[in-house]
């Protein structure tokens, strides 16, 4: 016969280990299922995926650029134009915002720039209307403006810790702001996101 004391103290470890061991196999499944779905795009987003693993967040931003330019047919150096924009699609959009947010823990994505935007009182008439007001305040709050000026993207400091919603920021950047963030956010309430 066991001593009760020893044999507690064995069913505590077993549920300790068993807990332990359905938590590794829930990340290991979590992995599994973002290969899965970067699979047949791995080319596209594996890059990406490893620089924001690794938390390097401005070489993921200039990645994620580079990937949007891509699925758009954007092979210029001047960044992104209203009409990627337009024409960038949707899966690549959750994608993307899919993996800002899993590896920055929910500080970083689209959705997170797009829920920002609403809770200062934008929408898809602000957005239609062209109404910068809006966009400014977001840019404040985002570190993207400041004294009257949009920040050039080699302004941010990418040392200090960033502002909810910053990232990804290099896309913004583009000679066509602030027209490219209304045709954007209007893209991303199009997919749904």
């Known amino acids: 016969m066991l001593d009760p004391e020893f044999e507690s103290e064995v069913l505590s470890r077993l549920a300790q280990l068993e807990t332990t061991i359905g938590q590794r196999i829930s990340r290991l499944e979590e992995e599994l299922e973002e290969t899965r779905l970067l699979l047949p795009d791995l080319h596209r987003y594996g890059k990406l995926r490893d620089l924001l693993k690794a938390g390097k967040w401005k070489d993921a931003d200039l ?3 580079r990937v949007m330019q891509e699925i758009a047919g954007n092979d210029s150096q ?5 009409e990627d924009m337009n024409s960038f699609c949707c899966n690549g959009t959750r994608i993307i915002d899919r993996l800002w ?3 920055s823990k929910d500080l970083f994505g689209f959705s997170i720039q797009l829920h ?3 809770s200062l009182g934008g929408n898809l008439d602000t957005l239609r209307a062209y109404n910068n007001e809006i966009l400014i305040r977001l840019g404040e709050q985002l570190g993207w403006y ?4 949009w920040l050039e993207f080699d302004e941010f400091d990418f040392s200090k810790s960033l502002a909810t919603g910053s990232l990804p920021g290099y896309c913004w950047h583009s000679p066509y702001r602030p027209k490219i963030a209304h045709h954007f956010f209007m893209r991303l309430i199009g997919c749904g996101l």
């Open 63 to 65: 990645e994620t650029t």
């Open 78 to 82: 001047t960044g992104c134009t209203p």
């Open 101 to 103: 947010r899993k590896y």
């Open 116 to 118: 920002l935007y609403h």
């Open 146 to 149: 400041r004294e009257k000026r």
